[in-house]
């Protein structure tokens, strides 16, 4: 799944840190600094799929230059405390080919150049060869004057403005989303990235009357590992791997990072069988199939096996946890039995047919047209939904076909009794 990430970092002699440093390492050359007499040499660093440079039309030809240019950024600076370069770090989305991160890249690249007026130096990493696969990203490395005609002349002071700062940031931000999220459609990818915090994610959510989502964002930011927790993190995965065992995190951040990882993984595929489940009674209905009919072919498609191997009862019993919250997260009692994947079907129903819609619930629970609206716990009630789908799970096609039928020709009956049957005070 494409995720977001856009970080914005200082160069600081403060620090110890140069800019001539930074893009020797970055880009993997070696780039002599004059004002320090020492010599950065990283020809040897692996991994790095493409760099280039982009300046202001008016920039001095050297400014194409890298040792060139990264000197002058640094005698353009007199202050030992001086900022020398800002550092863009960017993700870029593993679902699109190499020429789009490029491209995508150098569109944000460029409008760095245009808006700042900028000289801006760019390197795209490929995945490191034992980490995560899909951890395309980009490093853009800017510096902090603007560059015209005769050099480097005054600082970038809406970016370094406590005023003004944050909301360019902000604005770079909302860009790089854009210009991915255009990447991603243009290959057919469904999902999109959200640069806005969590919680502005999750107002959206609850404004658009989407519960799932709201409750999906409902959650901590992932917390950050940091070089050392991610190379022990690193080797611990590769050495899973060679011993064919589960991979096990060895730090407590690791830990804490793993199992928020595969909470949103569940939750997303929870989501999905949701989802299909919604889309599946949709088309039986308009194939003309009863709702009982529907909703048994609707559940059946969200608990159906896992082409990884799991059953439909492992789906079942996490569809459950995350439609109704697991007992663990929620102190709120719950009787026992109760089925959470049902009582989200029974939702997704009556939001979409209103009072048929509950009459459809109630069918699913085991009762007919003519029970509605009255006492539904005696002994005498129907098999429930579950009873049922055993059943026909267990059914050979024939005769599932056959009461298929059966349940639209009583669906039918129904309808033309439902005139003299029916009160609209009644609610279930």
């Not at 600094?33 to 982009?54: A, M, N, P, S, W």
């Not at 950050?224 to 011993?243: T, Y």
């Not at 919604?278 to 896992?306: F, N, W």
Request: with cysteine; charged share 40%; proline share 3%.
């Amino acid at each position: 799944m494409a995720s977001y990430h856009l970080s914005v970092k200082t160069i600081k002699r403060s620090a110890g840190r140069s800019a001539t440093a930074a893009a020797a390492y970055r880009v993997g050359e070696r780039i002599e600094c004059q004002r320090e007499g020492r010599v950065h040499d990283y020809t040897r660093k692996q991994g790095i799929e493409e760099t280039f440079i982009l300046a202001p039309k008016d920039a001095p030809d050297w400014a194409s230059d890298r040792s060139r240019l990264w000197n002058e950024v640094e005698a353009s600076e007199t202050r030992r405390n001086s900022v020398t370069a800002r550092e863009w770090e960017l993700a870029l989305p593993s679902e699109i080919s190499a020429e789009d991160r490029s491209q995508i890249t150098r569109d944000f690249a460029q409008e760095l150049v245009s808006r700042y007026g900028v000289a801006v130096d760019v390197a795209i990493h490929a995945p490191h060869r034992e980490g995560d696969q899909r951890n395309h990203h980009a490093h853009v490395l800017t510096s902090t004057r603007k560059l015209e005609a005769g050099g480097f002349t005054t600082k970038t002071r809406v970016l370094d403005s406590a005023k003004t700062g944050g909301v360019e940031i902000e604005q770079m931000r909302g860009l790089w989303a854009e210009l991915q999220n255009r990447a991603l459609e243009r290959v057919g990818e469904v999902e999109r990235v959200d640069h806005r915090s969590l919680e502005k994610q999750r107002e959206t959510a609850l404004d658009r009357g989407d519960k799932l989502s709201a409750e999906e964002l409902d959650r901590d930011p992932e917390l950050k590992l940091g070089p050392a927790a991610n190379s022990m993190e690193r080797r611990a995965k590769v050495m899973a791997e060679r011993q064919g065992r589960k991979y096990v995190p060895v730090t407590e951040r690791g830990a804490v990072v793993h199992a928020a990882r595969q909470a949103r993984a569940a939750f997303r595929e929870m989501r999905e069988r949701l989802d299909i489940a919604r889309e599946t009674y949709g088309i039986e209905r308009e194939a003309g199939q009863g709702r009982v009919s529907a909703g048994l072919a609707a559940l059946r498609a969200a608990t159906s096996k896992e082409r990884d191997g799991r059953t439909s009862d492992d789906i079942r019993e996490r569809l459950s946890q995350v439609v109704g919250r697991s007992r663990d997260q929620d102190d709120t009692a719950k009787p026992e039995g109760r089925n959470y994947a049902r009582e989200r079907l029974k939702e997704i129903m009556e939001k979409d047919a209103g009072r048929d819609g509950q009459a459809a619930v109630h069918k699913l629970d085991g009762h007919s047209e003519y029970d509605l609206g009255e006492d539904t716990g005696r002994d005498g009630r129907k098999p429930s939904v579950n009873e049922r789908l055993k059943d026909v799970l267990n059914k050979p096609r024939e005769r599932l076909e056959i009461e298929d039928e059966r349940d639209q020709e009583k669906d039918q009956e129904v309808e033309k009794d439902r005139d003299i049957d029916r009160d609209p005070g009644l609610s279930h």
